[in-house]
């Protein structure tokens, strides 16, 4: 009978890649750095693998220690308590992981690869909640609606193959107006859970700086920044080149964003005006140097501003920004194409790895410690993906199959092919040598001249 419960399932066992993740990253020292110590009963390091590896084994929590509860002998009360623990730096804790994770996928990258922090937020919905700490009224510009819930900042890297996590916040709104539960801690400067309450009503680009200035000097830091038009004003690529860091975005097209255009300050759309479009199939229409300057800050940088069509509506265009001058239209577009990484990122984690759908939890600090369970998960397939398919993970093997390829050059290959055609010739078609010969000098005649100029083929014997 198929609702009988199989012996086998009976049982929880931790994926053997999770084990080998945690070992690998050391994922109990840096809990213990990040004050996730044991407190009574279970440890935080057993409860931690545990959650990592549950959303692996198909089964909620309920499920699964109602099944094998006296294999992980504790009870769901422990993992709610773990969860809403405040004292623990779940920020640092992530911080930390995710240098540990680009160090190790860095090795599989080309130096001349240009890799990047994506700076992105994502809705994140509580619409059936009322007494969620710090629930707002947020605006989602992707379904042009309001909901429920809080809003998803995150920083992450990537090479274009790889995406890493870095850093995140859960945002509340700063308004009262929209705020609809406040926070339930009393308030102690002193303390981890008045301060990351206090992040989740400061503004969007404050925040980002933050994260930026945290990044900067890590294992995670890169050249370019990466976002969209939601973050590109003039003062926040002002502030961004401060830092140290390259600007590569999508400009909004606001009237009251203006740039010097010689002795001029206009608008995008007036730039785009003024100038004659590219013809043909180009893959941009309008390429441009700008400055960016604003009122708060002394000086001018120099950037260029890049449109493009738009696929979407071929009539309208899109302007990308770089503030790196040495980056040619090409680079800035296919740069700015990274961005699309933490898209599929947000995709993921809500609809597989269980971002806000896993614990409905109302504790602010417990929906914080969930998304650094979800984000472990994402880093820990993240890692496993790319080692798997990246041939050059095999270390020196790698390298060793790459000069015994170098060996064999195109000239030898092709000599080798083209015995093998005149052996088969003369054992299938029963030709003589002198015509088999001639068929050849026919197909090298005919091969281009850029071909026979560099391939100097010597013939051999059938």
């Known amino acids: ?4 419960t199989n012996a086998a399932d009976k049982g929880y066992n931790e994926p053997k890649f999770c084990g080998r993740f945690i070992k690998r990253f050391r994922i109990k020292y840096l809990l213990r750095i990040a004050n996730a110590t044991k407190e009574k009963g279970v440890s935080s390091y057993e409860l931690f693998s545990f959650l990592i590896g549950m959303i692996f084994s198909g089964k909620n929590l309920y499920t699964t220690l109602e099944i094998c509860h006296e294999k992980t002998g504790f009870a769901k009360d422990t993992v709610y308590r773990f969860l809403n623990r405040a004292s623990i730096n779940w920020e640092r804790f992530i911080m930390q992981l995710s240098c540990l994770a680009i160090s190790n996928v860095s090795k599989l990258t080309s130096d001349d690869r240009k890799n990047a922090l994506i700076v992105d937020d994502s809705p994140y919905y509580r619409n059936r909640s009322k007494r969620v700490e710090m629930l707002s009224r947020c605006y989602d510009h992707v379904e042009k609606k309001f909901y429920k819930g809080l809003t998803l900042l995150t920083l992450g890297w990537s090479d274009g193959k790889t995406f890493i996590p870095v850093t995140s916040r859960l945002l509340g709104s700063g308004s009262e107006k929209n705020l609809l539960e406040g926070s339930r801690v009393k308030t102690d400067n002193r303390t981890l859970a008045t301060k990351r309450r206090a992040d989740a009503r400061k503004e969007k680009p404050a925040l980002v700086m933050e994260m930026l200035k945290a990044a900067k000097g890590t294992a995670a830091a890169a050249k370019y920044v990466l976002f969209d038009s939601w973050f590109a004003s003039p003062s926040s690529l002002l502030s961004i080149a401060g830092i140290g860091f390259h600007v590569v975005a999508r400009l909004k097209n606001n009237r009251n964003f203006r740039y010097s255009y010689g002795m001029d300050t206009l608008s995008i759309s007036e730039i785009y005006k003024a100038n004659k479009k590219r013809r043909g199939k180009s893959r941009y229409l309008l390429s441009v140097e700008i400055g960016v300057r604003h009122k708060d800050y002394a000086e001018q940088i120099p950037a260029r501003i890049v449109y ?8 309208n265009w899109i302007a990308l920004i770089s503030t790196d001058m040495s980056l040619t239209e090409e680079d800035v577009i296919a740069l700015y194409g990274k961005r699309w990484n933490i898209e599929t990122f947000h995709k993921m984690i809500k609809s597989f790895l269980g971002l806000a759908k896993e614990f409905q939890t109302r504790s602010y600090d417990a929906m914080t410690a969930h998304t650094a369970v979800v984000m472990t998960r994402y880093i820990l397939l993240s890692v496993e993906t790319r080692e798997n398919i990246d041939d050059r993970s095999f270390g020196e093997l790698f390298y060793e199959c790459c000069k015994e390829i170098e060996d064999i050059t195109f000239v030898y290959a092709l000599n080798l092919i083209v015995c093998a055609l005149i052996s088969w010739l003369n054992e299938h078609l029963l030709l003589s040598k002198p015509v088999a010969e001639a068929l050849l000098d026919e197909f090298i005649a005919e ?13 051999c014997e059938s």
Do not use: S
Not at 308 to 315: I, S, T, Y
Not at 447 to 459: C, E, G, N, R, S
């Open 1 to 4: 009978m198929t609702i009988i």
């Open 447 to 459: 091969l281009p001249l850029h071909i026979k100029d560099k391939l100097p083929i010597v013939m």
């Open 308 to 315: 493009v069509r738009d696929k979407g509506n071929r009539k």
